[in-house]
């Protein structure tokens, strides 16, 4: 808590500094945030003003200023921030008749607290101002944009300069920067904003998991089914999404003329809604729906790599990892109420499973258990009855399974509960990866039977999963998890053959043709051997073969691999056995 009091207190002191600096501030709201604070104010600054706003904080800090609290009534509170059209926002929402602010020397702030009792109780050395950022006023993009100004505060100097060199590897790990560097991927505004274009090695990589994806699948007992991008707006309706989902989704399609015939504003004569699709299951349900289902033929296990769409705010975009066009390693299990405990257990086996395969470690896994708000029912579809048994029973599966896991209530999807996981890179950051969750709710809506065993229909139960949770957020994980320097076999390149001259090309495609089951390319750039090597270490290739006059005469190799490790020179027989 003390460190919490002192990340409010500074960003008090921040505002303070700006009003000393910036005399036509307007100040917003500074919150504590988990690594330091922020403060958001209309006054125009540069990255270069961070460090005179911080050398002003730390001159408030070394003259030992108390943070006085007083109460007073909403007329007085008018009165004192009578120039700042932000706080009276604020006064006016407040219920009670008097406010609580706070001074601290010259500053006055409208705030509840609580703060340290005085400025000195501060290191100076452990905070440092970090960086600006954009943001509307109350997060509505109705509103005006307003500076953000970020600050670090830690315990100690030692603290926060851990972070900041946690936070100088991120950055070299930034999937968006490995993207361009490594020739992944990229986004232009002329395609559309939040639509990510793959070139040929992203497109590799994603070929490579996807494979790996669909294989395992089979092995695990799922069949796959592919289904359209667009559905009709009366699939939407009844699947519930149309009035649970809304915020999410884009507008309706007209599907009736041509756009030549729009265009000319040809009257419309029949028309037809669609929607982009956001997510896979109400087209799952209707292939389950397409013929009599028995209790024998439960579980249904049926998964899909579908595209979907969601609006997403352009300020959210970032990279693969908020996009609105992404795909979802989706499937939706359909089983008898004696089969779901063990089902949910087959899918948090195969979860773990994808994670050790791609090299994380899977006792770091953290799950959350989103259930529902019970003082707002009104968000969710479905019976009492149905969310009381699918939220006991994943509890128990978590349980029973080990996992670690904690609850969130309020997080549940419209359609049911579920469980979240989310697992921790090389640097010791949580992603949000698999969901698995429990849907009572489509079934009913779709009438969704099958005959038991009495010969009486009956409703079945729908588990909704997802692994990757998108193959776009799970491939900016990989690449920041190993810094672009993927395994050999996820890598878009494995072999760079590097001739010393054009002379010995004639031997490189006489060596790619030995390793025709890798994937190899010869460099046949005229730059110096010494520059080829550098590209190929820049561009993490995991092993480069050199060759050159001995090479050839020889019959051999010199293989350097990733990391800038020589291990020699060697016959092509014995460099495979090395990789094996």
Excluded at 6 to 20: E, G, R, T
Aim: negative net charge.
């Amino acid at each position: 808590m003390e460190l919490e009091n002192i990340k409010h207190s500074l960003s008090h002191i921040l505002a303070y500094a700006v009003q000393s600096l910036y005399k036509d501030a307007k100040f917003g709201i500074g919150p504590a945030i988990e690594n330091g604070f922020y403060y958001d104010m209309e006054v125009e600054l540069k990255e270069e003003d961070l460090k005179k706003i911080e050398d002003k904080m730390k001159e408030i800090i070394k003259s030992d200023i108390s943070f006085e609290q007083k109460i007073i009534s909403k007329e007085e509170a008018r009165d004192i921030f009578k120039d700042q059209p932000y706080k009276l926002e604020l006064i006016d929402e407040i219920e009670e008749d008097n406010v609580s602010i706070y001074i601290l020397g010259e500053f006055i702030d409208l705030c509840k607290g609580p703060h340290i009792k005085s400025t000195k109780e501060i290191d100076s050395n452990a905070f440092k101002l970090d960086k600006l950022a954009g943001a509307y006023w109350r997060g509505s993009e109705k509103n005006k944009m307003l500076t953000r100004v970020y600050g670090l505060a830690f315990e100690s100097k030692e603290k926060l300069n851990e972070y900041i060199k946690l936070m100088e590897e991120a950055e070299k790990r930034d999937h968006r920067k490995l993207g361009r560097e490594l020739d992944l991927f990229h986004t232009e505004e002329e395609v559309g904003i939040g639509l990510v274009l793959w070139h040929p090695k992203g497109a590799i990589i994603w070929r490579l998991i996807e494979d790996f994806w669909y294989k395992k699948h089979l092995e695990n007992g799922y069949e796959l089914v592919r289904t359209p991008h667009i559905g009709s707006r009366k699939l939407w309706e009844r699947s519930g999404h149309w009035g649970f989902y809304s915020d999410s989704m884009y507008p309706p399609i007209e599907i009736g003329q041509s756009l030549e015939e729009s265009q000319n504003k040809e009257e419309l004569k029949e028309s037809e809604q669609f929607l982009l699709k956001p997510m896979n299951c109400p087209f799952h349900v209707s292939i389950y729906n397409s013929s009599p289902r028995s209790y024998r033929d439960l579980p249904m296990r049926w998964a899909e790599t579908g595209t979907v769409y969601r609006f997403e705010k352009k300020g959210e975009l970032s990279g693969l990892t908020r996009v609105r066009g992404f795909t979802q390693d989706d499937a939706h299990i359909i089983c008898r109420e004696d089969q779901v405990e063990e089902e949910l257990k087959r899918v948090i086996d195969f979860i773990l499973f994808i994670y050790k395969s791609f090299g994380f470690d899977i006792d770091s896994v953290k799950v959350y258990l989103s259930l529902r708000d019970e003082n707002d029912k009104m968000k969710y579809a479905g019976t009492d009855e149905g969310w009381n048994f699918s939220e006991s029973v994943l509890r128990k599966v978590a349980i029973e399974k080990n996992l670690n896991f904690v609850e969130e209530k309020g997080e549940a999807a419209f359609y049911g509960p579920k469980l979240d996981f989310k697992i921790k890179d090389v640097l010791g950051r949580e992603w949000q990866c698999s969901t698995l969750q429990f849907d009572f709710n489509l079934a009913e809506r779709f009438d969704m039977t099958f005959t038991n065993d009495k010969g009486e229909k009956e409703q079945p139960y729908m588990l909704h999963r997802a692994l990757f949770g998108s193959f776009e957020r799970f491939i900016g994980l990989l690449l920041e998890h190993y810094a672009g320097a993927l395994p050999f076999w996820l890598s878009p390149v494995q072999v760079k053959i590097i001739p010393v001259s054009e002379n010995h090309i004639d031997y490189a495609l006489e060596i790619k043709e030995k390793l025709k089951e890798y994937r190899v390319e010869i460099d046949r750039n005229s730059d110096t051997i010494g520059k080829k090597i550098r590209n190929g270490e820049m561009e993490k290739v995991p092993y480069l073969l050199v060759v050159g006059d001995k090479e050839r005469e020889s019959k051999t190799v010199s293989v350097r691999q990733r990391g800038k490790i020589d291990l020699g020179v060697m016959t092509i027989e014995k460099f495979l056995e090395t990789e094996k």
